[in-house]
């Protein structure tokens, strides 16, 4: 038994610790028991417990004389309390109102080595679900995020024989609620430590368990769970060669979707909210940052974040609150049928210079020297040894915690690598190798890999490492129409590889979009992006100052309508040969038989929007697409708007040559080109 000093807000009328108004209750849980047990004020130890910013309220204490601003500490001084703590590693500070601090002091234990249960939190699990290992572990160790200091793990062998082995981690559940609009979580039990596993088969799996810490390694219980048949179609994944991404069951996934990268003090009721519109709308992607305000791990306790109170605990340590958010928010999203891609870092986090205090963050990040850590400058996070292995474990963690997930789309390593302070590009490749392969060597799944720059070119020395699965372009200027176009086109052709068109906007400030209220440059980039070949929809930034206020997520519903039941995984696909009229422009794909096209009004742009021009009606035109196989064709044309068929007829393709004619129009519309015939396929 271990005693312990905790530090609480001090109160200076004399009456006892509130946090919100609300008394504060000290519990101490013994992991072996599961149960919660009164502080005990006994004898004494150094042990401090921060309070994170923004958790103490106005009133301090039940005699407070005065509110705190809310620009001062959130508190002023130390209360001691004497408590004996039976397990360092499951101290949790509990209060009715509002969250404690989940983790406290150096999270320590000096326990004999032992695996005392391995319990499935679920006794039977769909295939591609999610299998959890409940384990209560005993070990002597200083950081639970260490692997060299303490790791568990698990190998799972499948009904055909197959063995992996996936690691653990540390693992603290939350009870979640909105105190105004802030969102508060207070733990709910003490901390544990859980295995995840997604069975790729049906049958009887068979596991057994294991741990080692500084005094040598043990082998736990065995057990086993059953996987049934459930709806998932698995893992999202790019075969070689491929270009699209594939389930497991090798269905096609066209990315159809919007930035969501953080949240406010909501929290994760702001996802519950944004996949909600997802799922009435046909949306199937959206994209994270792990970033220091949102569901970042690794951040510096005393450096300024944004977003609901959290607590960081420095280098090598991570926040379990926003770790159970980020699970929150993957099993909404797995429940939904959306998909992930996770940003693991972004550029402010190792930048210095900007207006924007989000965009430099390097002096409150826990590599920087200035914050004890290993890190002279921002460059030297890729080439210093102790930043590469202190990432490495970062990695580890996140692969153990969400590998798992079938709603993790990709990992992207950097959002706009780029513009990080000084890029050097040949240090930065390096460590991207590096890195992904890291990753590929401990997700156990699979997960494609990429990074991002601020511009629609990229960096050929990262693109071409065979290590990154896809590329990806960003793009806020005044011609998204084509940047999209161009960019996808450009990328694939150049690195052999799919693309994705992460981000783009008319504008970097977000002011610019107001004067385009019905979405008239989101519909074009959404369509753009899937016609010219690319993984996805072009996918908006604006997503809580446009597309929420201005409900425009009937442009996605639409577009989900129309690729729905398309082929795309089936054959090649290339440009398509497409001419017509200089009124429109065509764009779209083609194999030997079969075509899908993009007709747009050329003044239906966001330059005319700005201009204030309201586009003239295309008549109907004829159209002409070259290099198809000669024969009958049967052409659907459909509405972009309602996503519906408008009208369907039949074309003959004779020497290569395929004529038909388009329907009169506004804006836009689309097409599909099929066999008249049975069910040919292209090859």
Avoid at 244 to 251: A, K, N, Q, R, V
Avoid at 295 to 309: C, I, K, N, R, T
Wanted: glycine share 10%; proline share 7%; net charge positive.
């Amino acid at each position: 038994m271990a005693c312990h000093q905790v530090l609480l807000p001090k109160c200076d009328g004399g009456g006892e610790p509130r946090v919100k108004g609300t008394p504060a209750r000290l519990a101490c849980f013994d992991a072996r028991e599961g149960s919660a047990k009164a502080a005990s004020p006994s004898c004494v130890k150094g042990l401090h417990v921060p309070l994170p910013k923004g958790d103490v309220g106005a009133s301090a204490c039940s005699s407070s004389r005065r509110p705190t601003p809310a620009s001062a500490p959130t508190h002023t001084g130390p209360m001691r309390l004497n408590v004996v703590i039976l397990s360092i590693s499951t101290l949790v500070l509990s209060c009715s109102a509002a969250r404690a601090a989940t983790e406290v002091g150096p999270m320590t234990s000096r326990q004999p080595l032992a695996i005392r249960s391995a319990k499935p939190v679920h006794s039977q699990v769909a295939r591609y679900g999610l299998m959890e290992l409940d384990v209560a572990l005993a070990a002597t160790y200083d950081n639970p995020f260490d692997p060299g200091d303490v790791s568990l793990w698990a190998t799972f062998r499948s009904p055909s024989g197959k063995a992996t082995e996936v690691g653990g981690f540390l693992y603290q559940a939350f009870d979640r609620k909105l105190d105004g609009d802030r969102e508060v979580l207070a733990p709910a039990g003490p901390p544990r430590w859980r295995v995840r596993f997604c069975p790729t088969e049906t049958g009887t799996y068979t596991y057994t368990v294991g741990a080692r810490d500084r005094t040598g390694s043990v082998r736990g219980p065995s057990g086993s769970f059953r996987a049934v048949n459930g709806r998932s179609r698995g893992f999202l994944g790019l075969r070689k060669g491929a270009q699209y991404l594939t389930f497991s069951d090798g269905e096609p996934y066209i990315a159809i979707g919007e930035n969501v990268c953080w949240y406010t003090s909501r929290g994760t009721y702001d996802y519950d909210r944004y996949l909600q519109r997802f799922r009435e709308n046909g949306m199937n992607y959206t994209r994270i940052w792990m970033s220091p305000w949102s569901v970042g791990l690794e951040w510096d306790p005393s450096a300024p974040y944004y977003g609901p109170p959290t607590t960081y605990l420095g280098l090598g340590r991570y926040s379990l609150e926003n770790a159970w958010r980020l699970d929150y928010i993957l099993e909404q999203a797995s429940r939904d049928g959306i998909y992930v891609m996770l940003c693991l870092l972004c550029h402010g986090e190792n930048r210095i210079h900007s207006n924007d205090p989000r965009q430099a963050m390097w002096p409150g990040n826990p590599y920087s020297a200035e914050r004890g850590g290993p890190c002279p400058t921002p460059q030297s996070f890729f080439t210093n040894p102790k930043a590469r292995s202190l990432f490495k474990q970062r990695l580890r963690y996140i692969t153990a915690r969400w590998g798992a997930f079938t709603s993790v789309l990709a990992w992207e390593l950097w959002n706009e690598v780029d513009i990080i302070e000084r890029y050097e590009s040949a240090y930065v490749a390096a460590w991207h190798r590096e890195m992904a392969q890291a990753v590929r060597s401990m997700d156990q799944y699979g997960h494609p890999v990429t990074s991002s720059f601020a511009n629609t070119q990229g960096d050929p020395n990262l693109w071409q490492l065979p290590e990154m699965s896809f590329t990806q372009a960003h793009y806020y200027g005044g011609d998204p129409e084509r940047a999209v176009v161009d960019a996808t086109r450009g990328l694939t052709e150049r690195y052999g590889k799919p693309s994705l068109f992460g981000e783009y906007g008319v504008d970097a400030s977000g002011r610019l979009q107001r004067e385009d209220p019905t979405g008239v440059h989101l519909h074009n980039g959404l369509w753009a992006g899937v016609m010219s070949g690319g993984l996805g929809t072009a996918m908006t930034w604006w997503w809580d100052s446009y597309v929420e206020p201005a409900n425009l997520y009937g442009h996605y519903k639409a577009l989900a309508a129309f690729v729905r039941g398309w082929p795309w995984a089936a054959s090649q696909w290339k440009p398509a040969q497409v001419t017509c009229p200089p009124a429109a422009v065509a764009v779209g794909l083609q194999n030997a038989s079969r075509a899908v096209l993009w007709l747009r009004n050329a003044e239906s742009s966001w330059r005319a929007v700005q201009r204030g021009v309201e586009p003239s009606s295309v008549p109907s035109m004829e159209l002409e697409v070259t290099g198809m196989a000669d024969g009958r064709y049967r052409v659907e044309w459909w509405d972009t708007y309602k996503g519906t068929p408008l009208s369907t007829s039949e074309a003959q393709c004779k020497e290569a040559k395929l004529v038909f004619t388009a329907p009169a129009f506004a804006r836009d519309v689309a097409c599909k080109i099929t066999p008249a015939v049975g069910p040919q396929e292209g090859r």
